[in-house]
């Protein structure tokens, strides 16, 4: 069964930076997609980026492109989302995800509250 556990959330003042973890168990992610998704009050849960297990392969949203990165550490099975030049609208809960590549995520953690000031 696939745990995952997030981490590194908070609140920063616009323009400051913080970097996302999610610890990943339970299953061999040579096959998976991981990725942020993050979601506000009243809102749809948004897709932020992804990251291909095995190639490495990233994709960013338009909203977050040339401001946060992807990585992964296949050693520690932890992913993580570097943000830097935060936004107040870049306030919400984040959420780590994955799933096999081409089927979709099933598997959720329970999210990391991101504020950011003005």
């Known amino acids: 069964q696939v745990q995952l556990v997030e981490s590194g959330g908070g609140q920063v003042q616009a323009g400051g930076s913080l970097r996302l973890s999610c610890a990943a168990s339970?299953?061999?992610?040579?096959?998976?997609?991981m990725a942020w998704f993050r979601q506000t009050p009243g809102k749809e849960r948004e897709f932020v980026a992804s990251i291909r297990w095995t190639s490495g392969s990233t994709y960013y949203a338009n909203s977050v492109k040339g401001r946060f990165t992807i990585s992964r550490d296949n050693a520690k099975n932890t992913v993580y989302l570097q943000m830097n030049g935060l936004k107040p609208e870049d306030t919400a809960l984040y959420y780590c995800?994955?799933?096999?590549?081409?089927?979709?995520?099933?598997?959720w953690g329970q999210g990391t509250q991101v504020t950011v000031s003005s």
């Open positions: 995800t994955a799933g096999p590549t081409g089927v979709g995520f099933d598997c």
């Open positions: 339970g299953h061999t992610f040579r096959s998976y997609t």
